[in-house]
């Protein structure tokens, strides 16, 4: 059943976690019979596409993918320096601001067709959109790629802490000693305009986030509705066993919860010390890993080759049995999914730890840049979930292998760390319970859709 009365556009951010995050939710909104228009360039719309996981053919093919014209988006390589802010991907980010026009121009078409347009853009391209507002019948939304916490301090502290947030949030380091100045500023940027918009979107679940949900709705920071549509992931990945990753069968082997995962996301790019730290550090803690090791994506993931980060000469000889490391792209959702799984060295992305808290894998966090050192703090502090492995405050000096080892030990193979790992499951099975049909989480994407096909 098509319903033509509403159509909605998605304007994604051109980096795999935004672009994967707007596209599962374009599967969502088109499942129940709403068409969706998907936007970007043509290189990123292929990435998204090729690296959909979870989204089957006839999903697929009911999206409708607009290639925009960009000009040629340039692929500095990545910088493995100690400061990961992935300032290698900005010529992406850069192309991206050339849509307003032709978005401009979609979205005039399609609101002559459809007797609503609704446009769901990632808080990064709030520019990009602007012109909705001269559209009658169009109302855009805001999807917030991190944390409710992140955005709801960030805003507050930028508007000079209008109100009492409690004591737990104001105990904790200011926003400017955990996030660059540059990213607060870019974000808070991005908001000016948000009294144009009809709510924000959040993909995290009630149950973590609802305090700072609430604060987000208040007039003095957001003041439009907020909704927060769960991490909704499938409880049990990966049923196709004729195209399991090798990894998987190896985890197969493996006694419960005794392997730790190792990963740092898609933008992050190690130097060749800092992987060998963490080699150093995983063989002395002598708990099984698997690890996937490879370079950040580029600004255009097509365009020439990806560098390959060194080991220690031996190592994966040596870890035979212990340990693997994955150089192409792992199934991490299903990694976490595993039984064996008991751990999750992470750079805490927002994406990661929505899977870790879903799957029910305590967290070993290692913050990288923006948003991740906050959710570091939520990790181990508010949710208790995790430990630290990267102390922010030491940001400026390399984690020496004696740290990962030492984090490794207590998170696999310590009563501290089994109490962790307990409170991990335990967060776990609410978020799961809260996914079912008519769970909390479920329900709130049902009214957000009610409320688009009002
Ligand atoms: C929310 O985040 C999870 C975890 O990364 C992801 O798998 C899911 O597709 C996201 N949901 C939406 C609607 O973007
Ligand atoms: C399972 O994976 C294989 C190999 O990728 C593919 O050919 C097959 O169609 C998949 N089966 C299902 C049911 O998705």
């Given at each position: 059943?098509?319903?033509?009365?509403?159509?909605?556009?998605?304007?994604?951010?051109?980096?795999?976690?935004?672009?994967?995050?707007?596209?599962?939710?374009?599967?969502?909104?088109?499942?129940?019979?709403?068409?969706?228009?998907?936007?970007g360039?043509?290189?990123?719309?292929?990435?998204?596409?090729?690296?959909?996981?979870?989204?089957?053919?006839?999903?697929?093919?009911?999206?409708?993918?607009?290639?925009?014209?960009?000009?040629?988006?340039?692929?500095?390589?990545?910088?493995?320096?100690?400061?990961?802010?992935?300032?290698?991907?900005?010529?992406?980010?850069?192309?991206?601001?050339?849509?307003?026009?032709?978005?401009?121009?979609?979205?005039?078409?399609?609101?002559?067709?459809?007797?609503?347009?609704?446009?769901?853009?990632?808080?990064?391209?709030?520019?990009?959109?602007?012109?909705?507002?001269?559209?009658?019948?169009?109302?855009?939304?805001?999807?917030?790629?991190?944390?409710?916490?992140?955005l709801?301090?960030?805003?507050?502290?930028?508007?000079?802490?209008?109100?009492?947030?409690?004591?737990?949030?104001?105990?904790?380091p200011?926003?400017?000693?955990?996030?660059?100045?540059?990213?607060?500023?870019?974000?808070?940027s991005?908001?000016?305009?948000?009294?144009?918009r009809?709510?924000?979107?959040?993909?995290?679940?009630?149950?973590?986030?609802?305090?700072?949900?609430?604060?987000?709705?208040?007039?003095e920071?957001?003041?439009?509705?907020?909704?927060?549509?769960r991490?909704?992931?499938?409880?049990?990945?990966?049923?196709?066993?004729?195209?399991?990753?090798?990894?998987?069968?190896?985890?197969?082997?493996?006694?419960?919860?005794?392997?730790?995962?190792?990963?740092?996301?898609?933008?992050?790019?190690?130097?060749?010390?800092?992987?060998?730290?963490?080699?150093?550090?995983l063989?002395?803690?002598?708990?099984?890993?698997?690890?996937?090791?490879?370079?950040?994506d580029?600004?255009?993931?097509?365009?020439?080759?990806t560098?390959?980060?060194?080991?220690?000469?031996?190592?994966?000889?040596?870890?035979?049995?212990?340990?693997?490391?994955?150089?192409?792209?792992?199934?991490?959702?299903?990694?976490?999914?595993?039984?064996?799984?008991?751990?999750?060295?992470?750079?805490?992305?927002?994406?990661?730890?929505?899977?870790?808290?879903?799957?029910?894998?305590?967290?070993a966090?290692?913050?990288?840049?923006?948003?991740?050192?906050?959710?570091?703090?939520?990790?181990?502090?508010?949710?208790?979930?995790?430990?630290?492995?990267?102390?922010?405050?030491?940001?400026?000096?390399?984690?020496?292998?004696?740290r990962?080892k030492?984090?490794?030990?207590?998170l696999?193979?310590s009563?501290?760390?089994?109490?962790?790992?307990?409170?991990?499951?335990?967060?776990?099975?609410?978020?799961?319970?809260?996914?079912?049909?008519?769970?909390?989480?479920?329900?709130?994407?049902d009214?957000?859709?009610?409320?688009?096909?009002?």
């Amino acid at each position: 059943m098509e319903n033509s009365q509403v159509a909605v556009v998605m304007v994604p951010f051109p980096s795999q976690s935004h672009l994967n995050q707007l596209l599962q939710l374009s599967g969502l909104i088109s499942f129940r019979g709403i068409p969706v228009h998907y936007v970007g360039s043509a290189t990123h719309n292929l990435q998204a596409k090729l690296r959909a996981n979870g989204l089957d053919d006839n999903t697929m093919a009911k999206i409708c993918f607009h290639d925009l014209p960009t000009p040629p988006i340039t692929t500095p390589e990545p910088n493995p320096t100690l400061d990961k802010t992935p300032i290698h991907i900005s010529p992406a980010a850069e192309a991206y601001m050339n849509f307003r026009v032709p978005i401009g121009k979609l979205l005039q078409d399609l609101s002559t067709k459809a007797s609503r347009i609704v446009i769901i853009h990632d808080l990064l391209l709030a520019e990009v959109v602007q012109d909705a507002v001269s559209i009658p019948n169009a109302e855009s939304y805001a999807f917030n790629c991190i944390s409710a916490l992140n955005l709801f301090l960030i805003l507050w502290e930028k508007v000079g802490k209008p109100f009492r947030v409690g004591e737990e949030l104001e105990a904790l380091p200011s926003v400017k000693e955990l996030v660059p100045e540059m990213t607060i500023d870019f974000i808070a940027s991005k908001s000016q305009n948000f009294k144009d918009r009809a709510g924000d979107i959040h993909n995290t679940s009630r149950l973590i986030e609802s305090t700072y949900i609430d604060l987000l709705a208040r007039k003095e920071i957001r003041g439009n509705k907020q909704w927060a549509i769960r991490p909704i992931l499938p409880v049990k990945p990966g049923s196709n066993e004729s195209s399991r990753h090798k990894c998987l069968e190896w985890l197969d082997k493996q006694a419960p919860k005794t392997v730790i995962f190792v990963s740092f996301g898609t933008l992050i790019s190690l130097s060749d010390e800092e992987a060998r730290d963490i080699a150093i550090g995983l063989e002395q803690s002598k708990q099984k890993f698997i690890w996937v090791l490879r370079d950040a994506d580029k600004a255009d993931i097509f365009a020439g080759e990806t560098r390959r980060i060194e080991l220690p000469i031996g190592f994966e000889e040596r870890m035979e049995g212990l340990g693997i490391v994955v150089r192409d792209w792992a199934p991490q959702l299903e990694i976490l999914a595993h039984k064996s799984t008991g751990g999750f060295m992470s750079h805490c992305g927002w994406n990661s730890c929505l899977e870790s808290f879903t799957m029910g894998v305590p967290i070993a966090a290692w913050p990288m840049h923006s948003d991740q050192p906050l959710n570091a703090i939520l990790i181990a502090e508010i949710l208790k979930v995790g430990m630290v492995v990267r102390e922010w405050t030491k940001k400026e000096e390399a984690v020496k292998a004696s740290r990962i080892k030492n984090v490794v030990e207590r998170l696999m193979a310590s009563e501290e760390g089994d109490k962790i790992r307990k409170r991990a499951e335990e967060l776990s099975t609410k978020i799961q319970q809260s996914m079912e049909e008519g769970g909390d989480s479920s329900k709130e994407l049902d009214s957000f859709i009610a409320h688009i096909t009002r």
